[in-house]
Each structure stands twice: as C-alpha cells, then as structure tokens.
C-alpha cells in the first residue's frame, strides 16, 4: 500500500493506492496556504492511524528541486524555500516522496492512462496556462531545478510575413513572448481579444469556433498554428510517441482533435496513429501518479 496526496491551492485530497495502483478510503481537507504548521497538521490528521512504515506520495501544484529540496508554489506559500520531503518525513515519521503536480499527471497517463505501454510519453496540461510533464521508461524526467516539461516557457512567439500580429506578452516567469500567455484558457481569451474579438469565455470562444464564427475561427487558427510548433518540436527532441492532454482545455475533443493533425503535419517522421490525444485518467491524475514515484 502507498498512502497518496494531490495538494492543490484550494484542498488536500488523499486516498490509499493498493500495489495495483487502484484509490480507497479517500480524504478531503481545505489546504493551509498560508500557515506551515496547519499544512503539517492536515497531512498528519490524514495519515493518522497508517503503519509508518507505510509511505505518502504527494503531488502538489509547484516546483520540487532536486538538488536542494526546496519547494516553489504560487498557491500554497507557506511551503515556499521549505524542504518539504525532509520537513514531512520527520514530522509525519514516515517516508515521503514529493513532485510536481503535472509530472504526476503525466506518469499517471504513461502508466496506467493514454500512454500504458508507450517507452516515452510526453503529458500536455492546457489548463489556465501550459504545462507538462516528459516520462521516459515509466520514470519522470525532472532535471536539477525540477522544471523538466515546462514547454510553455521561453520566447516561443515570432511573427511571420503576412500572419496575424500575435501579442508578445509579459509571462509571470520573467520573459515576454512565452506560449504560456495564449496557450491556455485564459490565454486563448486574451488572444481572441487581441485579434479583435469580443470579451468571451473560453468555452464559449471554442462553442463559436465549432458553429464557424469567422473571429472564433481566426482565433483558434492562429492558437493552433503556435501551439503546434511548440509541440512539434517537443516531439521531435523527444521522439515521444502519445501526448496525452490533461486540464480545462481538454474537454474541448475537437480542439484537440485539430492540435493533433496539425502537430503531425509538422513533424519529421511519419506518425500513422494520433499523437496528441485527450488525457483518459485527469479526474485521478494526482493521485494516480503519486502513487507511481520512485526513489
């Protein structure tokens, strides 16, 4: 059995993972954000009454370095700069792994989801922003500082002759121009609003773009034009052979549908099967990849 925990800026979920992977007993307490002791307090009060011998496997929307422990999150800042593996494994008196939150989404996918059976599979999250996580051989590739998968980070955004004027925004990681800034929910509003369309939600942005709307279909053309250079390229440094895409965005079937021929278009090998897919285990995906970490 491993104890597992998915922390995200609004509750702790927690469940049991017996050795076929498969979630019992299943806990929900709100998250402290912003007092260290009643984080500590919370995983206690779920872990209460385990063997210790028994460890927890978390999952939490923020970065876990490697090199120095320390974890960075936007939503819960009282583990900010916290070695929060060695923190939890003293206070709880068990043993803890601890990784980002799309990383578990992806090994979830690689190991039990859309990429069960794939040796490199390369998790997309499109949710309020981009994220993702590279699994290779059942194992999360990380890097030193931990941000191995962060494909949404960098000066992606150019302008070609003739093609609409993509707005070069400011990214909350420093640079301007990262696909970050359209790629999810949030960005392909503000990109819609860019090119000349009115305020809409995303969801209805898309429902516009289904119907034919001429803006919804400019909007979603160019969305798609970049997000699928960035993934190409993903998937030729990679060589991943399923995407699978976790978050909002992926609900939306035919938008993904659609990011799929495009990447494979733009590819260097020939891709017979769809490449880009919508996520089969996201409701779980926390829980579900925590439960796969290894030392």
Known sequence: M????????????FAEADPSHQLAHRQRL????????????????????????????MAIAGVCAPDTGQTRTANIPCVNDVPL????????????LVAN????FALSEAMQGAGKGHEIVFGIIL???????????????????????????????AQSAGADAIPCLPCQCGQNGCLDT?????????????????VLHARDLLANWQEG?????RTVDVWLDRMS???????????????????????????????????????????????????????????????WLRD
């Not at 590279?134 to 949404?152: A, D, N, Q, T």
């Open 127 to 157: 949710g309020t922003g981009v994220g993702g996580g590279l699994i290779i051989h059942g194992r999360p590739v990380i890097g030193r500082g931990g941000l191995g998968g962060e494909w949404g980070h960098g000066p992606f955004i």
């Open 85 to 96: 593996r060695e923190l939890l494994t003293g206070r709880l008196g068990r043993h803890v």
């Open 229 to 291: 250079a960035g993934l190409a390229m993903i998937a030729n440094v990679t060589w991943a052979s399923i995407m699978p895409v976790g978050g909002g965005l992926a609900h939306q079937v035919e938008l993904i549908w659609a990011l799929d021929r495009m990447v494979r278009d733009r590819i260097l090998r020939e891709q017979g099967s769809v490449l880009v897919v919508p996520a089969s285990l996201p409701a779980d995906s926390g829980l579900i990849g925590a439960s």
């Open 213 to 217: 709307e001429a803006s919804a279909r």
């Open 30 to 57: 709100p998250t402290p954000t912003s007092d260290l002791e009643g984080f500590v307090s919370a995983l206690a009060t779920m872990t209460a009454g385990y063997d210790p011998a028994i460890p927890l496997h």
């Open 2 to 13: 491993i104890l597992c925990a998915d922390i995200g800026g609004s509750y702790i979920d």
């Open 101 to 104: 939150d799309a990383h578990c």
């Open 182 to 198: 359209i790629g999810g929910a949030r960005g392909i509003e503000r990109l819609h609003q860019h090119l000349g369309g009115e």
